[in-house]
């Protein structure tokens, strides 16, 4: 798994590019809704939806490597569309790692 391309694409609104480096049946959180997306498709339906209104940027911070997959330590800042900070903060993101695709990505809070 490529993690510096995978966040590259993201940051950049590239939503092929994410969508490249997922697992056809990706399992990915919907921070509106608290709920969760299925599929590669669906991941990047909101992905685009997401980057009308918001921009994105995450930079790892640090890399693990965890049982089946990456912890990453993202800096995370999001912009809306006049480019307003609405959020610069740190998490993690839990990467579940398949045949070297992202499976799932669950978010939470980074170690201290």
């Known amino acids: 798994m490529n993690h510096v391309r995978l966040y590259a694409a993201w940051s950049a609104g ?5 969508a490249a480096l997922l ?4 399992d ?11 599929g590669r498709a669906a ?13 994105v940027t995450l930079v ?3 890399v693990r490597p965890r049982d089946g997959g990456l912890a990453v330590t993202v800096h995370q800042v999001v912009r809306d569309a006049d480019g307003d900070v609405l959020s610069d903060t740190t998490v993690l993101h839990e990467l ?3 045949d070297g ?7 939470g809070e980074p170690p201290p």
């Open 14 to 18: 590239d939503v092929d590019g994410v």
């Open 23 to 26: 697992h056809p049946e990706v």
């Open 28 to 38: 990915w959180p919907e921070p509106w809704s608290g709920g969760r997306l299925h």
């Open 43 to 55: 991941v990047a339906g909101h992905l685009s939806t997401q980057r009308a209104t918001l921009s």
């Open 60 to 62: 790892p911070v640090r």
């Open 96 to 98: 579940t790692v398949v």
């Open 101 to 107: 695709l992202v499976a799932r990505l669950d978010v």
